[in-house]
Every structure is written in C-alpha cells, then in structure tokens.
C-alpha cells in the first residue's frame, strides 16, 4: 500500500530546443540581464565551453550550426552521471526576474524562448553529448546539450569531466 504522506512531486519547468549556434555558443540569460559575454569568451572559456557574465551562461558548442538544446528546472540537485556525457560543467547563474531566456548568440531577444522559475539564485549543470560525432567539415553530427537548473548557493564555476576528443572546435 503506498504511503500517502509523501509530498507531491513539484512540477518542473522545461523546454526542447534546436537553436543556432552562431559563433559557437548559445546562452541563457535572466529576462532583465544585461552581462555582456563579449570579453568573456577567453582562451580558458572556450576551452571549459562556458562564459560568464551577470546573470548569463554562454554555453560552447563544437558546431555553428543548429544544434538541439533541453533546459529543465528540477525542485533539487540532479545525480551526476558523468558517464553518458562527453563534457560537464557547473556554475551558477542568479534568476531575480524568474524568467529565463534561451536563445542563440544571434536570436532577436523579444522572440527567443523562455522558462518561468521562483526568482533566485540557481547552479546550472551543462552536460555536453556526442562532441566526438562531427564530420571532417564540422557542419554535421549528434552534439546535444542539456542543462539543469536548481536552486542552490553560488559555488563558482567547476568543470567536472573535461572532453577529451581530439580537435573537437576549428580555432
């Protein structure tokens, strides 16, 4: 008999998308954000596939090309399976407007998809799959990005498993 007592599930809030990635990145942003990645894009950022501004995440991707994105709030931090990934990055990213923005480099901001979330303070996960599928031209192959959001203290940026494939990104 199962126990009644036990709290509902809290509804998540999450999307699917397939997003241009002009100049090897898309973002996530806070609605009411102005950071800027434009001086963000260091030489170490392009090697974790992340930059940082207030209240935006410039995610990296292998392809600048469309490129398939899931993005989903969970009530808790997620387990960690480092295992299906080929690349995983945490950092943190503060919400005040509780509307996130999910968009390429490139989207035109009032068009570009957005998620509701309690306004606060979140920890991102980037997981980055299939790095090691593109083709000798790098305009195909199975790269596919997802990140996690939950509420949590900031904790700085820590990549967790670093890509090991070989000349993944033309420089």
Same mark, same amino acid.
């Given at each position: 008999?199962?126990? =009644?007592?036990?709290?509902?599930?809290?509804?998540?809030?999450?999307?699917?998308?397939?997003?241009? #990635?002009?100049?090897?990145?898309?973002?996530?942003?806070?609605?009411?954000?102005?950071?800027?990645?434009?001086?963000? !894009?260091?030489?170490? %950022?392009? @090697?974790?596939?992340?930059?940082? %501004?207030?209240?935006?995440?410039?995610? &990296?991707?292998?392809?600048?090309?469309?490129?398939?994105? =899931?993005? =989903?709030?969970? #009530?808790? *931090?997620?387990?960690?399976?480092? $295992?299906? !990934?080929? +690349?995983?990055? =945490?950092?943190?990213? #503060?919400?005040?407007?509780?509307?996130?923005?999910? @968009?390429?480099?490139?989207?035109?901001?009032?068009? #570009?998809?957005?998620?509701? @979330?309690?306004?606060? +303070?979140?920890?991102?996960?980037?997981?980055?799959?299939?790095?090691?599928?593109?083709? *000798?031209?790098?305009?195909? &192959?199975?790269? +596919?990005?997802?990140?996690?959001? !939950?509420?949590?203290?900031?904790?700085?940026?820590?990549?967790?498993?670093? $890509? %090991?494939?070989?000349?993944?990104?033309?420089?």
């Amino acid at each position: 008999m199962p126990d =009644e007592r036990q709290e509902p599930t809290r509804p998540t809030s999450k999307g699917k998308y397939t997003l241009f #990635a002009d100049y090897f990145q898309f973002y996530i942003q806070d609605e009411d954000s102005k950071g800027d990645l434009s001086d963000a !894009w260091t030489d170490q %950022a392009v @090697a974790d596939l992340v930059a940082l %501004a207030p209240g935006t995440v410039g995610v &990296g991707t292998v392809r600048n090309m469309d490129v398939p994105v =899931e993005v =989903e709030f969970l #009530a808790q *931090e997620p387990p960690l399976s480092l $295992d299906a !990934w080929d +690349h995983v990055v =945490e950092c943190d990213i #503060a919400l005040p407007s509780g509307k996130l923005v999910v @968009a390429g480099c490139t989207d035109y901001f009032p068009d #570009a998809a957005r998620l509701s @979330a309690t306004p606060g +303070h979140y920890r991102a996960r980037l997981l980055y799959g299939g790095l090691g599928t593109l083709s *000798e031209d790098g305009l195909r &192959g199975d790269d +596919h990005y997802r990140i996690e959001l !939950w509420q949590g203290p900031p904790t700085g940026l820590k990549v967790l498993k670093r $890509d %090991a494939t070989p000349n993944r990104r033309p420089q």
